[in-house]
């Protein structure tokens, strides 16, 4: 019998987006297809060039079938989307980023909080290594609402949470697994002392959920006290699980404490695999340094590290983490407008080898 060599494959959506989202995509392609190299499997990337700039031209932001373009892809990675001096981040970001998340129930939102080697953040402690659980279809972001009265003095604006039963469950069961897997310690975000109903039912659904795992202990704490606690006392949390747009401000809190937005990854998982998961850095389109030529790719690459350990490559995965961290170790790209973004990435590739 021949015996054959196909060489896996991944099919790869890349959406770079707005302003920083086409460098540092590119910077994080080189650096996941320098490794794929290494590890003998290949990756085939499609560019969408969906954008604003596409919105100007086509008055939409992705064409009407983006999302069924999209779906038999293996995995999407995207930069950021929005550019406000001609599209309001209402329209942009509800024509593009947001349908993606919710048609594919990307419903876990991940993101890494840690020092890199070398970056020093603005806080004392440098022992912090948090994972931010965060909803990614619903609650704050569920898009309900509506004004009325525009323009008069009874104009009204309203703007519904709304927080389903499986959306809710479904989020905190990821958050316990998530700390089954690490140290076995869980924070959930709540804000039940205010919020009445949404709240106290999370509070509730976390009680429920809890009790499918013994092993994790699981501890409630405020969003207020949350955010006061991940400046001054990081390295006593975890994995920390949110709704939607807590979990939002909380993850550009945890980008500060680990030094800025240029290092915060993320990833937007669907579970149970019925659709591609998307993976983005933090940040957005950043138009202030835009044309400069120094935007972190950091960010960007950690997230295609994720996005090769969601598609079961950890060797490559972890060749990218080991690379970065001996990049920022050598002191490059620590600090912001330090180094340029192909000065970081060449750094990068070379600690590839
Ligand atoms: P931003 O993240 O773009 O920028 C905030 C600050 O961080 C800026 O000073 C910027 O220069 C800096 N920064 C961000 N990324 C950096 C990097 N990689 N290296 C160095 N510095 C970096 O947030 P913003 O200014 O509030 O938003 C700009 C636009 O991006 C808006 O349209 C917003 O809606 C959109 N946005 C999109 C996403 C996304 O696509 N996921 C995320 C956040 C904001
Ligand atoms: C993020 C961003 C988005 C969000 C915006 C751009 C809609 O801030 O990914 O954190 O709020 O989810
Ligand atoms: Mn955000």
């Known amino acids: 019998m021949n015996e054959e060599h196909v060489m896996k494959s991944y099919s790869l959506a890349l959406i770079p987006g707005d302003g920083i989202g086409e460098p540092v995509i590119d910077a994080a392609m080189r650096v996941a297809e320098a490794v794929s190299a290494r590890h003998g499997f290949a990756l085939t990337p499609t560019t969408f060039e969906w954008s604003c700039d596409y919105y100007l031209r086509h008055g939409r932001m992705m064409p009407e079938d983006g999302i069924e373009q999209l779906r038999p892809f293996d995995a999407i990675l995207l930069g950021a989307v929005g550019w406000p001096q001609t599209v309001p981040d209402s329209v942009s970001l509800h024509g593009l980023l947001l349908p993606i998340r919710k048609a594919f129930r990307q419903y876990a939102n991940i993101r890494p909080h840690r020092l890199l080697p070398g970056v020093e953040g603005p806080l004392r402690a440098t022992n912090f290594d948090l994972l931010c659980i965060r909803e990614n279809t619903e609650g704050e972001y569920s898009g309900a609402g509506g004004r009325l009265h525009q323009g008069t003095p009874q104009e009204v604006a309203v703007e519904t949470s709304i927080f389903t039963r499986e959306g809710v469950e479904r989020i905190l069961r990821y958050g316990f697994e998530q700390a089954r897997a690490r140290s076995g310690r869980l924070a959930s975000v709540t804000k039940s002392n205010a919020q009445k109903y949404s709240m106290v039912f999370w509070d509730e659904v976390t009680a429920e959920i809890a009790a499918e795992f013994p092993d994790v202990e699981v501890r409630s704490y405020h969003i207020d006290a949350m955010a006061a606690r991940m400046v001054m006392q990081p390295e006593s949390l975890d994995v920390v699980v949110a709704s939607n747009l807590f979990g939002d401000i909380l993850t550009d809190l945890g980008a500060a404490i680990q030094g800025g ?15 591609p998961s998307m993976f983005e850095p933090v ?71």
Request: aromatic content about 2%.
């Open 261 to 275: 937005l240029g290092f915060a990854a993320s990833a937007n998982i669907n579970p149970d695999r019925s659709a």
């Open 283 to 353: 940040h957005g389109s950043a138009p202030d340094i835009a044309s400069l030529g120094i935007a972190n790719p950091i960010a960007a690459i950690w997230s295609a590290a994720m996005m090769l350990e969601h598609l079961g490559e950890m060797e490559a995965a972890k060749d990218i983490m080991e690379a970065l961290a001996r990049t920022t170790a050598a002191g490059i790209g620590v600090r912001p407008g330090g180094h340029r973004t192909d000065e970081i990435t060449r750094a990068v590739l070379a600690q590839i080898g």
